[in-house]
Every structure is written in structure tokens, then in C-alpha cells.
């Protein structure tokens, strides 16, 4: 194990990465001059690797807003590589059905030294993946799911599908959200945080649309009916989604699939307005917000609809209550807890920091 600065970035590499002394770690990253990613992130992820007797392979990687593929000499430096990281979120952009290889490639939600070293990267990379494993058996067996929040969100439905199974081609570090529930089973109403904002499969401007009112977002299935509020909002999100709809040439009225947050030490210390991007690039792992994939018939779509401290019930049992994720509720995972002892530490004062 090395120093203690570095669990984090042990966890990332050993405990998510399976990563053993001699075999080769391509670190890709991004510049820090983008304002994404620190550098010390960089630097700590370096120091660990070498640490554990890695042979690193630097690669910076350029900033590509709509990037569609993977450049080829991306693809060979990672086929050339044991293992892949990316600090950098073109990652992010090719997870959904784009990125393809028989190597192991992480994404880092950690965006930073401080967070990778903080409990949201330090607790073990299998807990979480445990957790996320007894909540999606939980709510997509259940006959009905209920979904609402103190400022008027409800939706309700059944779950038609399966979990995935979780990352194969990609990993997530940390395992941040449960498999996403297509919306094809539900209908109601998103009471939205105040903006609309953009998923990072793409990057456009702006990014964000703030709104001066409370605003909801109405669905049936897989279609969005319209927003209703205040009328210059609704005009404002009409006008947002036809810019983006415009600019992709997709459907503006997809409504995909929602997840939420299971990670109780996800956090975001800036102001979500302020940092649109890096917000919507970390903070939806956090259980206090319900996340819905929008505008375009594909996941995560362009537009995410977010709801705060959402309260889920699967079968008439609470597994989020205001915002709270209840581990203990669900089968299977008290014996989690039990097994990972930092997990349920970390669950006894979870961080409410969410930039808003």
C-alpha cells in the first residue's frame, strides 16, 4: 500500500484498475489549462503507478468538444497498454455504446488531487460496485417505483429491462450512480433545480440555462409533453432545446432514462451556475440528485433534467428519503455494510455538498 496521500490513486489502479507490477499504464489526461482536470490529480496517479513498479506512458490528450470516435493513435496506444487511464473526459464523451477495447480503461470522476484522496476516492472501488449491484436488483424487480421530492417532482412506473451488468469496456471510478431505468415505463413530472444543463457527451455553448422561477418538466414514456412555470422560463427551455436539438440534429423530446447518485461522499465544493460543466461532470454521484438523460434517443442524450433530494420507493419500501440513500433498506445491503466497513462509515455522515 503506498503512503497515504496515494490511497486514493491506489484504489483507482489496484482495487478498480487490477493493476500489477511490470504491466504498462498509458495516463492519458488532459491540460490543465482547460480547467477540468488538476494537474496534481496527474501527478499523484503517477507517483502511485511507479510506487506499484507500472511502467507509465504519458499522453496528453487535446480537448474535442462533439468527438464522435476515438482517434486511431489513441486506439493503438491503448491496445499497446494494459490498462488505460483517462483523466480526461474524452472518456466520458465515448462510454455510451462508443468506446470499444479488450483492455482495461478507467474513467476518473475524481477531478482532482483532493477528492481522489479525500473518502470519495479512498472508499474501496468494490464496495461501491456491491452497493450499485443490490440497489438495481432491488429497483428493477420492483412491480412499481415512485419517485418524488418536496418541490413537486412525481413520476411513478415499472421497470421493462434488466441491468446491464455494469461496466465492461469502460470502468467508472468511483462507481458513482445505479444502472439508469428507461423512462419508457414511467410518466409524471421533473421539478427542475433552476437550469437546464448539458450531459458531457458533447460541449456546446451555453452549456447551461438558468431559470428565474420554479419550473417542471412533464413526460410520458420516452416524451417530453412541456414544461411548465413561468412563461419567459418555459420559453427559455423551449429555446434551449431547440438550439441544441437544432445543432445535433436529434429529437429535442427524447426522454431516456434516469439514475441517481449512490455514492454518500460524492461531493461538488464550487456553485453549480458558476462551473456548469465540471458540475455536471461529478456531482450527479452524489444521492441527493435524481438524474434524467434528455434530448436525443440515446444515452445520456444532450440535456439532463436534475431533481434534488429525490425520495424513491420501490414496492412500497423507502430506499432514498429527501435526498438520502438508505443502504441498510434494501436486500443485501446490510451485509455490504458489513463487508466493507469503510462504506458504512462513510454512510454514517454522508457529504450533502452539491454546488446548489
Known amino acids: 500500500m503506498p503512503e497515504q ?55 496528453v490528450l487535446d480537448f474535442d468538444p462533439v468527438i464522435d470516435t476515438v482517434p486511431a493513435q489513441l486506439a493503438a496506444a491503448i ?95 468511483p462507481m458513482l450512480v445505479n444502472t439508469p431505468a428507461p423512462a419508457s415505463g414511467f410518466a409524471g413530472r421533473i421539478a427542475l433545480p433552476g437550469f437546464l444543463v448539458g450531459t458531457g457527451s458533447k460541449y456546446y455553448h451555453p452549456f447551461g440555462v438558468t431559470f428565474d422561477a420554479p419550473l417542471f418538466a412533464v413526460f410520458e414514456g420516452n416524451t417530453l409533453l412541456g414544461f411548465e412555470g413561468q412563461k419567459s422560463d418555459e420559453d427559455k427551455a423551449n429555446q434551449h432545446l431547440d438550439m441544441v436539438a437544432g445543432r445535433f440534429e436529434i429529437d429535442r423530446n427524447f426522454v431516456h432514462s434516469w439514475h441517481l447518485g449512490i455514492h454518500p461522499k460524492c461531493y461538488f465544493d464550487g456553485v453549480a451556475v458558476d462551473q456548469f460543466e465540471s458540475w455536471s461532470g461529478s456531482a450527479f454521484g452524489n444521492p441527493r440528485l435524481l438524474h434524467v438523460h434528455t434530448c436525443g434517443a440515446y444515452a445520456p442524450g444532450e440535456v439532463c433534467w436534475n431533481v434534488v433530494d429525490p425520495t424513491l420507493v420501490a414496492d412500497g419500501v423507502t430506499i432514498w428519503e429527501d435526498g438520502v440513500l438508505l443502504p441498510e433498506r434494501v436486500p443485501g445491503g446490510r451485509e455490504v455494510l458489513a463487508e466493507y466497513d469503510d462504506l458504512r462509515r462513510a454512510f454514517l455522515a454522508p457529504d450533502r455538498r452539491i454546488g446548489l
Do not use: W
Request: net charge negative; proline share 2%.
Open 79 to 173: 491496445a499497446a497498454a494494459d490498462l488505460t487511464v483517462f483523466l480526461a473526459r474524452l472518456a466520458d464523451q465515448m462510454r455510451f455504446g462508443r468506446f470499444k477495447s479488450d483492455q482495461r480503461t478507467i474513467l476518473s470522476y475524481a477531478l482532482n488531487s483532493a477528492s481522489l484522496a479525500s473518502p470519495f476516492g479512498t472508499v474501496h472501488y468494490k464496495a461501491s460496485l456491491a452497493l450499485k449491484q443490490v440497489i438495481d436488483t432491488a429497483v428493477f424487480g420492483a412491480s412499481e417505483v415512485v419517485v418524488t421530492c418536496k418541490v413537486g417532482t412525481y413520476f411513478k412506473g415499472k421497470i421493462s429491462a434488466s441491468p446491464d451488468g455494469g461496466d465492461v469496456n469502460l470502468r467508472r471510478f
Open 5 to 59: 496521500n496515494l490511497e486514493g490513486a491506489y484504489n483507482l489502479l489496484v482495487n478498480c484498475g487490477q493493476a500489477c507490477a511490470g504491466e504498462r499504464l498509458l495516463l492519458c489526461y488532459e491540460q490543465e489549462s482547460l480547467d477540468f482536470y488538476d494537474r496534481a490529480i496527474v501527478e499523484d496517479v503517477c507517483a502511485c503507478a511507479q510506487e506499484i513498479g507500472l511502467e507509465v506512458m504519458p499522453y
